[in-house]
């Protein structure tokens, strides 16, 4: 069972002024829901965290296509194995299972049939004529890793000189190693003998999962078999039979159909065909290379961003909480940043401030709250931490009372504009609104400038500038003085009609 950690913080800022003048709140990710406020999730993927809410974690080291991906089969979605590729399902005897090393699905085999696919015109095995480099690549984990278990085939024909030539690709269990066998793939294989078999030498374990790789060179002629990355056997196919000399090149027939684990009984996930020689193209991590035991997940780890999340002008963030699962070895950090306009942000401005949840904050204030967060896994890239929900805890600066009394008194291209204090004790001064329409404050003709105008903690001010006989609408509001951004409600509405001193 998983062991969850809940870190908060309760905290009370006072910034200057009476704490019971200021509104808690809170804006919540995740939990009951979900995470729709996420802004960028890199390498990260949903799960289920505490209360079978959605959680966010790792994301497993699996492939992702590239330009050279020609199809994936990850098993991700029940109803259709295929993730990439041009590829048809002619038949699925496979059952999806959630016991794997590698995203969230693998396909179980119980000796019934496996899948049987057909790839499109100009996928690789759904194109006739000459091709170029390919690679195949799948992981397994057998239950039984017995004789004659076969986990892919792939058979076709193609006419040379008005003769029929069968053509055949085999993967088969043989004395606990998996056996390669090719016939007649190849064109003008020099060596006349276009019957090849490579053949591991590493003894498959069974109910343990394993890497295994078939890849041509068709700049090099190398035809290897691979497994967990490491060359367990090789051929060069070429006029001498060695590095140099040369290429044949692989000349496919009739388009056909291949199946894959037709009988074998265990699991297989992410098969994967590349036109492109063995690679780390597609594969998320080069630390996976060469490494015997598969790294589950990456260990530079996985990062997410919520959007902007709006609060008030001037809101206060207090302390962060996290609902999270962070096993030994793994870690979760976490950041916040904020300001009042977020349309001028970037990935590093405003400047990003690393927290400890439920940790007490000063200085983090503004309109626009956003958290980050990184994750990483243990040392051997087995375990995943997880974040089910994040709590902001903020305080809202109160809005300002306006002034209760307003008057305009009209003069020459001019309104004089007084008011009384407000009696908020937490007013900083006021901003006059105004403009030609009843309740619409649109006005840019004054010398002082366009509404609304900030003109500081004074009581008076006149606006010159005005057309005489137009009438102007006027109203004042009280801002905060922690904040000039915290903006209260409007004063009544006054009006006035500037005129000339005399009559022309």
């Known amino acids: 069972m998983k062991n969850y ?9 006072c910034m200057g002024i009476l704490c019971t003048g200021l509104f808690a709140k809170e804006i919540r990710l995740g939990g009951k829901n979900g995470w729709p406020q996420l802004e960028v999730a890199d390498n990260v993927t949903t799960g289920i965290g505490r209360f079978g809410y959605q959680s966010v974690e790792l994301k497993t080291n699996d492939f ?55 790839g499109k015109e100009g996928t690789f095995f759904g194109s006739e004529g000459l091709s170029g480099s390919f690679s195949i690549d799948f992981w397994l984990n057998p239950a039984l890793a017995e004789n ?46 276009q019957n090849l078999f490579l053949e591991g030498s590493t003894t498959i374990i069974p109910n343990k999962w394993t890497r295994h790789t078939l890849s041509f060179d068709a700049e090099t002629g190398l035809l290897e078999y691979l497994v967990n990355g490491y060359v367990e056997d090789i051929r060069y196919i070429t006029s001498t039979g060695h590095e140099g000399g040369d290429i044949s090149l692989v000349l496919l027939g009739v388009p056909a159909e291949f199946d894959i684990c037709s009988h074998f009984t265990g699991k297989i996930d992410d098969f994967r ?75 590093t401005y405003p400047e990003w401030k690393s927290i400890e949840p439920g940790e007490e904050l000063t200085g983090v204030s503004g309109l626009f709250f956003q958290v980050a967060c990184d994750l990483y896994p243990d040392g051997n890239g087995q375990t995943t931490p997880s974040v089910t929900e994040i709590k902001l805890n903020y305080t809202e600066l109160p809005l300002p009372l306006p002034p209760f009394s307003v008057s305009a008194v009209a003069g020459d291209g001019c309104v004089t504009l007084k008011w009384n204090y407000s009696v908020d004790e937490t007013t900083g ?10 309740g619409e404050y649109l006005g840019r003709v004054a010398v002082e400038g366009a509404s609304p105008i900030n003109v500081g903690n004074t009581t008076t001010v006149t606006l010159t500038g005005l057309e005489n006989g137009t009438i102007y609408y006027f109203a004042v509001a009280s801002w ?24 022309k």
């Open 429 to 438: 001064g006021y901003y006059v609104y105004y403009g030609n329409r009843s």
């Open 64 to 118: 992702e296509a590239d330009g050279f991906t020609d199809l994936i089969l990850n098993f991700e979605n029940p109803s259709n194995p295929v993730s990439f590729g041009d590829y048809t399902v002619l038949k699925n005897d496979l059952q999806n299972v959630s016991a794997t090393e590698l995203g969230k699905g693998a396909g179980l085999s119980r000796d019934n049939g496996g899948i049987t696919l057909k």
């Open 5 to 13: 950690i809940r870190k908060s913080g309760i905290v009370c800022v």
């Open 273 to 347: 065909i590349a036109k492109t020689s063995y690679s780390l193209s597609g594969y998320q991590s080069a630390e996976n290379a060469g490494s015997i035991e598969h790294m589950k997940y990456v260990r530079s780890g996985g990062y997410f961003r919520s959007r902007p999340l709006m609060a008030s002008a001037g809101s206060v963030l207090n302390s962060v909480d996290v609902e999270m699962w962070a096993p030994e070895q793994t870690a979760i950090n976490l950041y916040v940043r904020s300001g009042d306009n977020r349309y001028n942000w970037t990935d």
């Open 148 to 193: 004659g278990e076969e986990i892919f085939q792939w058979h076709s024909s193609r006419t040379v000189d008005n003769h029929i030539i069968y053509q055949m690709m085999n993967a088969n269990f043989e004395g606990g190693h998996i056996k390669w066998y090719l016939s007649n793939i190849f064109d003008n294989f020099y060596e006349g003998n």
């Open 480 to 503: 905060s003085r922690i904040n000039d951004n915290v903006i209260g409600d409007l004063s009544r509405e006054v009006f006035a009609r500037p005129k000339k001193s005399g009559r």
